[in-house]
């Protein structure tokens, strides 16, 4: 069973930027799409990004698009969220997930802390 770990969480002010990391032990991602999601308090989790560690194909939501970059690094087997233009409605928890496809994940973190303040 792959664990992961999320890191990079924090406090940023409107217009600021944060990268998160996933870090997956226990095993490689290999064939592994790999995600990120968000829940705010009295929301449900939504997507955010994804990306299939084979290929490198992406996925953003709209909401993000062109202010967030998902991408990762082969040789630290580790996924980042570069967000830039941050805005208080980013405030979240940040999940990083992992799984076979990209509408199926069984694998998730703890989360992280995003709290972008006006």
């Known amino acids: 069973q792959v664990q992961l770990v999320e890191s990079g969480g924090g406090l940023v002010q409107a217009g600021g930027s944060l990268r998160l990391s996933c870090a997956a032990s226990?095993?490689?991602?290999?064939?592994?799409?790999v995600g990120w999601f968000r829940q705010a308090p009295g929301q449900e989790r939504e997507f955010v990004a994804a990306?299939?560690?084979?290929?490198?194909?992406?996925r953003h939501a709209d909401s993000v698009k062109g202010r967030f970059a998902i991408s990762r690094d082969n040789a630290k087997n580790t996924v980042y969220l570069q967000m830039n233009s941050l805005k208080p409605e980013d405030t979240a928890v940040y999940y990083c997930a992992s799984g076979s496809s990209f509408d199926y994940y069984d694998a998730w973190g703890q989360g992280t802390q995003v709290t972008v303040s006006s």
């Open positions: 990306i299939a560690w084979n290929t490198g194909n992406t």
């Open positions: 226990r095993r490689t991602f290999g064939q592994w799409v």
